[in-house]
């Protein structure tokens, strides 16, 4: 059973960068596509962005497309998410995910039935 420990979520003001990390635990991480989601309170949890088992293919939701980058470093069982021009609306528990599968195109229907971690908070304030 994979564990996934997201770390650097925090308060920021409107317009300001954090960087999201998620370390995972095992000898498997770089056989599976990593992503992140999101829920605001009252809202339904949404894909933000993911990324291959390799780092070569990315995909993000139009919401954040230009502000938030995805990456990974196999060696260190981590994949990051880059957040920059943070906006109220990016308020939410993040969370990353690990494929239900592996190899698999990373999309947020990948994550169906996958492993997620507990998620860390991001406020981001006016």
């Known amino acids: 059973q994979v564990q996934l420990v997201e770390s650097g979520g925090g308060l920021v003001q409107a317009g300001g960068s954090l960087r999201l990390s998620c370390a995972a635990s095992?000898?498997?991480?770089?056989?599976?596509?990593m992503g992140w989601f999101r829920q605001a309170p009252g809202k339904e949890r949404e894909f933000v962005a993911a990324i291959s088992s390799s780092g070569g293919v990315t995909y993000y939701a139009d919401s954040v497309k230009g502000r938030f980058s995805i990456s990974r470093d196999n060696a260190k069982n981590t994949v990051y998410l880059q957040m920059n021009s943070l906006k109220p609306e990016d308020t939410a528990v993040y969370s990353c995910?690990?494929?239900?599968?592996?190899?698999?195109?990373?999309?947020?229907?990948?994550?169906?039935?996958?492993?997620w971690g507990q998620g860390t908070q991001v406020t981001v304030s006016s």
């Open positions: 995910a690990r494929s239900k599968n592996t190899y698999t195109t990373p999309q947020a229907v990948a994550f169906i039935g996958g492993s």
């Open positions: 095992g000898r498997t991480f770089s056989m599976y596509a």
